[in-house]
């Protein structure tokens, strides 16, 4: 089973994270941020990554820190479960649709971290969260996990609709791409015949 646990500790956010990417979509997320929990419970249950997420953050100043360090934190955990990356399908491409919003999401478990966004937030908040840092969060969380992730939103109205279907397509993308080929489970997805800590494939 890929699993690993990561804490995270600063003087503005404490958080544990624990995944199992080989899991069933179980969840225990609390980071004190209704509508980022609701989102990171979407991720899990559609990547079937098992997450559980505790985060406790300087919420009295803004949810900034909670959001950006758990994305650091859960992407680090993802990346110390992935290993050597040998036997993932690696590249995947995914369509979303909720209602009246259609996003996609391409991502190669590279080991080289980038991230495109292209997605416009129609609203400033989303319950408690400020929707400027649905950004931050993929952009810390692709860094550690080592991911190249492009999120563009092809059309939509309804700013929950256009955020969830992100996280949604996001989930969906990490579920194939970290699934194992059985055709090639004992290789390493790239002719150099390294990913993890390669920075280059």
């Not at 209704?34 to 419970?41: A, Q, T, V, Y």
């Not at 997450?51 to 360090?69: C, N, P, Q, R, W």
């Not at 992935?82 to 036997?87: E, V």
């Not at 478990?109 to 908040?125: E, K, M």
Request: hydrophobic share 40%; net charge negative.
């Amino acid at each position: 089973m890929r699993k690993a646990s990561v804490e995270r500790n600063t003087n503005e956010t404490r958080i544990k994270v624990a995944v199992n990417l080989d899991g069933s979509g179980v969840y225990r997320v609390s980071t004190g941020i209704g509508f980022f929990d609701h989102m990171l419970e979407q991720l899990s249950r559609h990547s079937l990554i098992d997450l559980d997420i505790e985060a406790k953050g300087d919420l009295h100043i803004d949810a900034h820190h909670t959001v950006e360090d758990t994305g650091i934190a859960l992407g680090q955990a993802l990346y110390k479960a992935l290993g050597d990356r040998r036997g993932i399908r690696r590249f995947s491409s995914v369509h979303v649709p909720m209602d009246e919003t259609l996003t996609r999401v391409a991502l190669d478990a590279s080991d080289r971290p980038y991230l495109i966004w292209h997605v416009t937030v129609p609203t400033q908040r989303l319950g408690d969260l400020d929707t400027q840092l649905i950004k931050e969060f993929f952009q810390a969380f692709a860094q550690a996990a080592g991911l190249t992730l492009h999120i563009e939103n092809l059309y939509g109205e309804n700013s929950h609709h256009i955020v969830e279907s992100c996280f949604k397509a996001t989930a969906q993308a990490l579920r194939a791409s970290f699934e194992i080929d059985p055709r090639k489970a004992d290789a390493i997805p790239s002719t150099k015949g390294v990913l993890a800590g390669a920075k280059s494939a």
